[in-house]
């Protein structure tokens, strides 16, 4: 199985600032890499998919870098709406695999 | 507007079974393989289970195999996950998943999910 290693775990910042999480698998994944958005009690919600193509309606401060086994997603200015849990997820082989997840908070 | 509802979500005890369905709406059903996550209390996420478009292609996470059954009817636009021999460690809210256009193995719509608690 692929693991999928999420960093930091949780992290805090001011609105406006630049927010990178960065997503290791275990192995080569190529262009596999997918990263969701889930907020309190809602489901999670797709942003960025193949490593780098925003989701259709997701806002243009998301964007996704990377390949094989280095990946990252960044906000470029984050908004008060971007607090949340943001999880990776390959889709390169079964089991689909997920990261720990990032918890972004508001500091 | 793609949508889709979960429902089945009870309190069930070890070593019960239960029955999961996801009732799917403003999409071609047929064209898309389908998928259950699940998510325990306070944790991340976990793939449990998909299904092809046709119902001929099934994968199972290992935590699950030879417990759980997913199955599909097109004709009533429905997927569904058969759930046998529960144990505790699958409480969680079970989320029906639609894959992408650009990939089976991506998640692009979500429902809001059913509760399974597993408890004596």
């Known amino acids: 199985d692929i693991q999928m290693t999420q960093s930091p775990s949780s992290l805090s910042a001011s609105v406006g600032d630049r927010v990178t999480i960065t997503c290791r698998p275990s192995?080569?994944?190529?262009?596999?890499l997918n990263w969701y958005q889930q907020k309190p009690g809602k489901a999670p919600k797709l942003l960025i998919y193949?490593?780098?193509s925003l989701q259709s309606g997701g806002p243009s401060r998301f964007s996704g870098s990377g390949s094989g086994t280095d990946f990252t997603l960044t906000i470029s200015s984050l908004q008060p709406e971007d607090f949340a849990t943001y999880y990776c997820?390959?889709?390169?082989?079964?089991?689909?695999?997920f990261g720990g997840g990032t918890k972004v908070e508001i500091k | 507007e793609v949508q889709l509802v979960e429902s089945g979500g009870v309190v069930v005890q070890p070593g019960g079974s239960l029955r999961l369905s996801c009732a799917a709406s403003?999409?071609?059903?047929?064209?898309?393989?389908m998928h259950w996550v699940r998510q325990a209390p306070g944790k991340g996420l976990e793939w449990v289970s998909l299904?092809?478009?046709?119902?001929?292609?099934?994968y199972y996470a290992d935590s699950v195999k030879g417990r759980f059954t997913i199955s599909r009817d097109n004709s009533k636009n429905s997927l569904y996950l058969q759930m046998n021999s529960l144990r505790t460690e699958d409480t969680a809210l079970y989320y029906c998943?639609?894959?992408?256009?650009?990939?089976?193995?991506?998640?692009?719509?979500w429902g809001q999910g059913t509760l399974v608690t597993v408890s004596s």
């Open positions: 997820q390959q889709s390169y082989s079964t089991p689909l695999t």
């Open positions: 998943a639609k894959a992408g256009y650009s990939s089976s193995w991506l998640f692009d719509y």
């Open positions: 192995q080569s994944i190529s262009s596999n």
């Open positions: 299904i092809s478009w046709d119902g001929g292609t099934t």
């Open positions: 403003g999409f071609t059903f047929d064209d898309y393989t």
């Open positions: 193949a490593a780098s």
